[in-house]
């Protein structure tokens, strides 16, 4: 996005060219931030961090958003191989003896 928040990308084609809603104010004074908010998708999680010249200059932001839905199901979707992994790197069980 540039500087006065214009977008240029955005999932939601009618977006494009109007203003980011979310806290820029940080980043730009040259920080990267991350902040939990409900947007244009719902609940989520955004990045946002600048992009300078090579004067350092803040030419422009970089936002990243990602849904909490969408981290629940990747997380959800990712379980059978935390457990394969889990189970294969475990120690065989033992029989007790006095069975």
Do not use: W
Request: aromatic share 6%; charged share 20%.
């Amino acid at each position: 996005m540039a500087p006065d928040r214009t977008r240029f990308t955005h999932t939601t084609v009618d977006l494009i060219g109007k203003p980011f809603s979310g806290n820029i104010d940080d980043a730009l004074r040259g920080e990267t931030i991350t902040e939990t908010y409900v947007g244009s998708l719902g609940p989520s999680i955004r990045a946002v961090t600048p992009v300078t010249d090579t004067s350092r200059n803040i030419v422009g932001l970089v936002s990243a958003d990602v849904t909490r839905a969408k981290i629940s199901e990747q997380f959800v979707r990712g379980l059978p191989m935390i457990f394969a992994v889990v189970l294969a790197d475990s120690p065989p069980l033992q029989q007790d003896p006095c069975f």
